[in-house]
T-cell receptor
Framework: AQSVTQLDSQVPVFEEAPVELRCNYS??????LFWYVQYPNQGLQLLLK??????LVKGINGFEAEFNKSQTSFHLRKPSVHISDTAEYFC????????????FGGGTRLMVKP | ETGVTQTPRHLVMGMTNKKSLKCEQH?????MYWYKQSAKKPLELMFV???????ENNSVPSRFSPECPNSSHLFLHLHTLQPEDSALYLC??????????????FGSGTRLTVV
């Protein structure tokens, strides 16, 4: 069975600085990978997903993520963050033999400071 | 209308009360899900429905009872809850629970407080 680890529970960063949120997964089969964002008092919203093809995936709000199969990672990056990016970010995995069932990581709270 | 709508947004109930959470999706999806989100814990999958049939039940206590009368509506009936059941309950939908790649569309959640 797969598992998803988000190594940082909180990431503080200053406005306009770059940020990387880390995600590692464990699985012995092919995976699809997702990043979701949750703003305060909201549900989760899809940021981007990797299914196949280019390992660099671009999403909404200037975010991108890179799939690294050898390191089983799918880190999320943004070159310059805004105050409005303050939110909780969740990495999720869909495994080859598990249909569309997603396994979520524990989340990383991004706190952007002025 | 937004894709997935949950009502109420906030609910406070006593341990002896009976209440229901409602979820409605306007996306033509065939699968619906209930998740529990507690503070400092990962998202917990509670129930999965595909075309109104329950396909997954992750050992949820019987005080939570789901109902899916059609592919657009999902309910979570609550009775004799405990304070540790206080959490954000999220509903989600997807085109198909067995076809990968679609991801989920989430509602805004119901913040439940059990007193």
């Amino acid at each position: 069975a797969q598992s998803v680890t988000q190594l940082d529970s909180q990431v503080p960063v200053f406005e306009e600085a770059p940020v990387e949120l880390r995600c590692n997964y464990s699985s012995s089969v092919s995976v699809y990978l997702f990043w979701y964002v949750q703003y305060p008092n909201q549900g989760l919203q899809l940021l981007l997903k990797y299914l196949s093809g280019s390992t660099l995936v671009k999403g909404i709000n200037g975010f991108e993520a890179e799939f690294n199969k050898s390191q089983t990672s799918f880190h999320l990056r943004k070159p310059s963050v805004h105050i409005s990016d303050t939110a909780e970010y969740f990495c999720a995995v869909s495994e080859e033999n598990a249909g569309n069932m997603l396994t979520f990581g524990g989340g990383t709270r991004l706190m952007v400071k002025p | 209308e937004t894709g997935v709508t949950q009502t109420p947004r906030h609910l406070v109930m006593g341990m002896t009360n009976k209440k229901s959470l409602k979820c409605e999706q306007h996306l033509g999806h065939n699968a619906m899900y209930w998740y529990k989100q507690s503070a400092k814990k990962p998202l917990e999958l509670m129930f999965v429905y595909s075309l109104e049939e329950r396909v997954e039940n992750n050992s949820v206590p019987s005080r939570f009872s789901p109902e899916c009368p059609n592919s657009s509506h999902l309910f979570l009936h609550l009775h004799t809850l405990q304070p540790e059941d206080s959490a954000l309950y999220l509903c989600a939908s997807s085109q198909d629970p067995f076809v990968r790649g679609y991801g989920y569309t989430f509602g805004s959640g119901t913040r439940l407080t059990v007193v």
